[in-house]
């Protein structure tokens, strides 16, 4: 019921929030519009059970048969995001804690710890009630757990429940206290624990908590909100037969290891908000002149690095062992921004062209459907000021025009093909940003990895180090800081038939967050070919020459082992004369932060493997989905695409000069 | 007794932070100076009540006496902002909550919940007792209320008393619970409440709390300063008839309606500091040039504004039923600085003759009383950095000289007769700042109004959308976000037979914070001509043409509706060929934050309607009082006011260009 | 045992981080690298008792005997920086409060609360039984108590113990609540007490506490530190005699009194981090131009102000009753980094000869010992990314490199004979940084005098200024806010025979923290020859011309007394015509805060007593020991220093011109 041949459309409604008589006005108006999906009731538990246990699900049964009397097909969602106020008054232990030690109120969403067994049982409880009710309604073609896990740092609670449960977590995992303090390295500070009970959240301690302490406590909190989930997946399984289930991930949400929680899910979707995400969730060091020029679109890599995350987590399935069906290709965008926002620093008004343009950029990123947020701006609280297709006055606004003037049936659903991978890894990203010591952070390093790979007009695959790398004949790991043994054959494996690309602070961290007592790169430097010998952060303003770059905010560098070779050195700085990048066999290691290098590195090896890089123009972008190219231009302003970098990225034979209106698209 | 038929000058005097040998002289230096009131004893709780139930009246006694024989007349404070040490040990729960839930402790001042019961019985008491022992000396001409009501955000507290109190007025607001979920639309995020108890302030929730819910609980928490204060004017009314009383409001003090709780007084006065407003209390976004240039001055608006304001509380008191005598004008300076502050990022000393140019602009803005804080400079505790008319060490500050050889005399009382109107509502400056939106907050929407029209030269009273307009040409509302029905009717009669003018943002929120169901204008589209299509905000440096002009920060984009015609339209961005400006009839409204464009429609509306606006130099502002016309020099540097600004800011016959000195005024 | 003729070298080694096996492998590369000393075990309580009451010596003792049979001398410490969990648990009352008011937990470092009964009883059990084991071991040579005091805001204690505390100390000092109030100024907002229950710590009050509430809370907070240590201290004199006794202070540590924490110590020594100092420590209003430019260094004076300070706080204790022995010149480095560190904001290498140069100029400055930390990297826990002389796989990495090359025997030691002298104050710190009231902090205003007198190539001894005097010609008292009236009598008497130069503020506060009732200067007009007119802060880029020089940050005016002389007076602003800096016999005082007028007045002065000033380059820098001259080079550029400065700082006959490359020193 789901598979589609075409990029189908859907959007998110709030039949709760507008009277009645809306309903199926709405609903025609969503099918005339060439919507399929409707998503709806993830906020409104309150009205399915406005008091303990008197459930009320009349005006839902009536609102789901208005929208399928119209044609439309609906997501359903478990409503755990909000826990309504009366059982939060009767269980406050249900809250979580901030890192300030402080319980997070109710009055918004998300109020709730992911670890409490009282609420587990209410989630638990809800989920069986509303799936037993709409599980098996012909319009139900799937649900959604829950809503954006983690959102507003709600990923991990300080306190209570999750305080309560991190002990046995640990007990499980490490059995004996001896273990623990020796994975931790306690000794250090005098830290040793000679009772499980003694252990607590990392925080609030008088200076940096223990960093392996922080990493197992970001592993602890992440299998709270898997075991969260799969118990409601599990119900959903068991009452709504044949119907998907999903979860709507959030914008480089980095609270939990997103592999771990898809498990069992059949697909994975994402709320996809450009010009809000590149004003508040952007890597710390964007420049302000990036966020200005691309004010109005929202940053191209950074959409689609989420698009390319989240289509390949149903990758990851495979190895961890899929439960559900999926998509033919993978993904929605389960909710897609179509005008203003109101929740990041400034809103401003998405560019002329910019809801087509992104969607059809999630098309040839693999989206089957794109549900926009939301069909009627909210005239009441939080969201008001946030945009819908139609207006609060219920007039369609300029997303909806956008939407009617596009012909979703030009894009066919199928494969993206890429021929690269980026490694991605959520242990790495919680040690590494634990401690970037004055160093770009994860996300930083891994965009300037992604943003390169994009410059040059090439498809990504991002993918989980232990995924199956057959396809690939370039992977780019730009941060894999955690390392295990396990992986490294893996990765020795497939560095048999593909080049390797890896960034600095690779390989420095054990499994339990300690360096290498070897050194970084620990028992795998002679799959890099060297070691390191030093590495540092550099203040803005401070740069050391690398080759004809310049390379800031980190450095590292190394000594050559065995047959590996120099690919360039410093030319300056306490490390001048050090190797800044490295090839050993398949296997090329960059120690310095310098995207021009990256650049040129990556070029070459592109070139090597019969890919065909081509410098693309400042805020070009293209992207191949099921034989078709899409070249998107980011610019506010018309630019010019050669004919050759044309050709480069169709692989076609001969091609024109192309000339693209500012934030606009062609499919070819 | 206080009416005066000039303008008068007075003192704010400690009697009990120096010896008793020091009272008798230090009036008659202030006798001296040509200083006529003294404002005494708002800290003295300590002093008047050393022990539970045990008054000191007598230093006191002696202190009032020896003012009274030197010729000064006395006005008393209730010593309510700082209750003792012994009454806090005795009862903690008088202490007030932050918004971090902390409670705010003893040991500075202003550490007091309002809505707590004990609080309001020692309240009572204290007034009580020090209005039996003074209210009918002869000495005594007035009370001042308690101090400075808000300072040091304590105009909410977020638990204890108030959160106690809170649901209680809510059920009196809203009857049932049905109705206040409906007005909070608390369905959003399953909000609904279906208790009372199960509400508590808005503060510490995971995201933003509902803003219908912010702002109920701004209404709740100025009905308790309203309370609180009418508890202790009732008793100075019983026990001190013939005295007049007042309180000492803040610069740009948010946190209650001043409206309501300027009620019962007989005037309003406020505590002028302007280099440290300019520091501290500047809306955010004022450009540091500015804060640079007027450093040793502060700026003119800023403070002009404050006049304007607490000058006009006294019409509205009109409206509401006044009780009390009023100055013929209206208000006092209570505490005027004239020297350096201690309180700002940066405290400089003021420019030469910065002491002058602040009690003329008092004047001609309408004081009749100008009150200089303090006699001495403080050798003690929290202010010992800040300055007095003496210095530590008794001598005569900068401030003293400026003082002698200003002649009050030459400033004669009299009505300030302004013919514009500047509309301002609290409860609109509470939703638009609890969702600026990233755009301009309340204040810096409105001084961009009021900066416009006083650089035309305009006279101009502030207003409360509420009050009687019969004597105004021209009416500006730049941000009156929340239009009740009722009000709208009021306007659109006064609309009849003036112009008015409205800024962006007018008009979007229904009485309980919601949006209009029927959009932007709500209800009252046929009378602004206009329903607005679309809003944003703008990053710095991300700008929009409209007209000649450009609009930053925020723009809202119109339709024209009937007979309304376009002013000027967007030149670029998203909303290019939208209405950026409309007419209606005498209705206005400029949805581009552009002010350029504010002033340019200021400017032509005034000469419309027969004002001569002029454009006066940077920094050079006029004002009209009882006949008489200031002129002042704000700039550091001299400047030549031209013979045609001369003639239109006086209007009168031929003028001669005036060159006024750096900081300095000249009177016509 | 401790008395070298020349420097000798030292390490820190944690033996409890290692397999067994490296002991002595490590001791012997010690050895072999040139050191001498090894300090170990300040963090390992868990080890020394990993159960309550259940000591295990076993390990260390072979520790010791590892290093001892290698020829190291050892230096233990008492292990109270880092209480075990399951004391904190059993204990929890043991833990600090900050000044939230909240629990600082387990977890990391300096958990505890110095007022703490419970602890003090623990901390001494443990120093007893340490002491006990190895107080005459003939490898130990010398006691550290605890470690860095005060690091991460620990010095003092918001709740809990200290709160518990803080009446009874209150008690002792004042006698009586009424000397307490009048003292304290309590009037001012009715803050006086009735009971010494009432007071409470200065923390959480609704606006800025009482100065003098603060002023005293920081002097019970030392006292507490003081008398925790003294308690070791006995302790340790009991059981371990003729081994010396020593703390290794913090950089620009503020939380304590030194100079009374000192009591009883043989000598200071300090920890010194030159990079991360300059990111993290430098002054407020450090220039990034200036962290730019030392990145790689640290700055020059920032870490010779902490080697002049700490190698005097040994001639205070020649005042306060030195119960110990000394090194002959009086203090150790107990850390010095030798490559990056991982705890600033950016941590860049040091640059090739830094680690050379801090080690020539801690001699220079009379340092004996000079002990780098670490041994070897550690490869666990909060300090993974910081190096140590050996990398993580215990290579020798850049700074061993450097110190094997580096030959301690030419630097002997000896006396460093400053002829000037800069008084510092920690109660003046405490006051003037409490109500800096927008112009420079206590360390930037005394380190602008500092880099004054160090650009001039003068020798300076930091002094208390009750300490003897005798041997300086010049005395430069940045920023003595608080001169209480015997300190006075004993600066008059001092000036009889020297030169004696102050900065503003100076003079400002009572004993107490008030401001003289007689205004600035207070009694002490006479001896100042002015009294003060007023005082401004600038905001940045406000600025006062003060003869050829730009005054910033602050200003005051003096008013001539006597027959005291203008240096020179303000040309503009407020102040202008007013003088900005007098000299009255033997007293200088310049109210400008204004770095050229302070070097031309600082550089005149020492030519009218015969020192040599010279203005050295920008970087350079002269230190003289024991007829020795270091020249240093801190740029990282080569310079060339002129044959007359070298003239001028080696005060010897005929010299040449010298190049020194970048980041290096040369030795005369």
Chains 1, 2, 3 share one sequence.
């Not at 409604?13 to 009277?19: A, F, G, I, Q, T």
């Not at 691309?294 to 989240?310: C, E, I, Q, W």
Request: charged share 20%; with cysteine.
């Amino acid at each position: 019921m789901t598979q589609t041949d075409h990029l189908f459309l859907a959007v998110c409604d709030y039949p709760e929030h507008v009277p009645e008589d809306r309903w199926r006005s709405y609903a025609r108006q969503q099918r005339e519009l060439g919507l399929t999906f409707v998503r709806m009731a993830e906020f409104a538990w309150s009205r399915m059970e406005p008091r303990p246990g008197e459930y009320d699900w009349a005006w839902l049964d009536r609102a789901v048969e208005a929208y399928h009397a119209e044609g439309m097909r609906v997501v359903l969602c478990t409503p755990t995001a909000t826990p309504p106020a009366w059982l939060i008054r009767a269980h406050p232990e249900i809250l979580a804690h901030d890192t300030q030690g402080r319980v997070r109120e109710f009055g918004s969403r998300r109020h709730y710890d992911f670890a409490s067994p009282v609420y587990r049982e209410h989630s638990r409880r809800i989920t069986w009630a509303i799936a037993e009710r709409y599980g098996q309604h012909p319009a139900v073609v799937g649900w959604q757990t829950d809503n954006e896990f983690g959102c507003h740092n709600t990923g991990r609670s300080y306190g209570g429940a999750s305080a309560a449960a991190f002990p046995d977590w640990l007990a499980a995992r490490y059995g004996t206290l001896d273990a623990l303090n020796a994975a931790w390295g306690n000794v250090f500070w005098s830290m040793e624990y000679s009772g499980w009970a003694q252990i607590r959240p990392p925080n609030l301690t008088v200076t940096a908590p223990n960093p392996s302490h922080v990493l197992d406590y970001a592993r602890f909190a992440s299998a709270q909100i898997r075991d969260f989930q799969a118990q409601q997946v599990a119900v959903l399984r068991e009452l709504s037969p044949g119907r998907f289930v999903t979860h709507n991930f959030m914008i480089f949400e980095s609270g939990f290891d997103h592999y771990e929680v898809a498990r069992g899910l059949d697909f994975a979707t994402w709320d996809n908000y450009p010009t809000g995400m590149l004003e508040f969730f952007a890597p710390p060091g964007t420049a302000e002149e990036v966020k200005l020029r691309y004010a109005r679109s929202g940053h191209p890599d950074l959409v689609s690095f989420n698009h390319d995350l989240y289509r390949c987590l149903v990758k990851a399935q495979d190895r961890l062992g899929r439960e559900g069906r999926s998509s033919p290709n993978g993904f929605w965008v389960m909710e897609q921004q179509c005008g203003q926002v109101n929740w990041a620093p400034h809103n401003p008004l998405p560019a002329d062209g910019a809801v087509q343009l992104w969607t059809a950029q999630a098309w040839a990123h693999g989206a089957d459907v794109v549900s926009y947020f939301r069909w009627r701006a909210a005239t009441m609280a939080q969201e008001v000021m946030h945009s819908g297709l139609l207006r609060h006055d219920e007039t369609p606004d300029r997303g909806h025009a956008e939407v009617q003037r596009l012909d979703a049936t030009q894009f066919p659903t199928g494969n993206v093909s890429a021929r690269v991978a980026l490694l991605h890894d959520y242990e790495s990203l919680w040690i590494l940003d634990e401690q970037t010591n004055g160093g770009p952070t994860y996300w930083a390093q891994t965009l300037a990895y992604y943003t390169a790979l994009r410059s040059l007009g090439l498809d990504v695959d991002v993918l989980h180090p232990d995924d199956d790398l057959a396809q690939y004949v370039l992977v780019v790991a730009p941060a894999l800081t955690l390392i295990p043994e396990r992986r490294l054959q893996k990765l020795q494996a497939d560095a048999e038939e593909r080049l390797f690309v890896f960034g600095p602070r690779t390989g420095f961290r054990t499994e339990s967050g300690c360096a290498y007592k070897n050194g970084q790169f620990g028992h795998h430097k002679d799959f890099f070919g060297v070691r390191c010998l030093n590495f540092e952060s550099l203040r803005p303003g401070l740069t050391v020459r690398v080759g004809d770059h310049q390379a800031a905010e980190w450095t590292e560098g190394y000594e050559l082992l065995g047959n590996a070779t120099a690919l360039t050195t410093y030319g300056s700085g306490p490390l001048r004369g050090q190797v800044a990048a490295v090839r050993n066999g398949n296997a090329v290691t960059i120690g310095a932060h310098a995207p021009g290098l990256i650049g040129e590195i990556l070029q070459t090896l592109a070139a090597e493997v019969d890919l065909t890089p081509v410098l693309l123009p400042e805020g070009v972008r293209s992207s191949r989905r099921a034989g078709r190219t899409l070249i998107e231009n980011w610019n506010p302003e018309e630019v010019q695409v050669s004919a050759d970098a044309i050709h480069a990225i169709t692989s076609s034979g001969s091609s024109e000069a192309l000339t693209l209106a500012g934030t606009s698209w062609h499919l070819l």
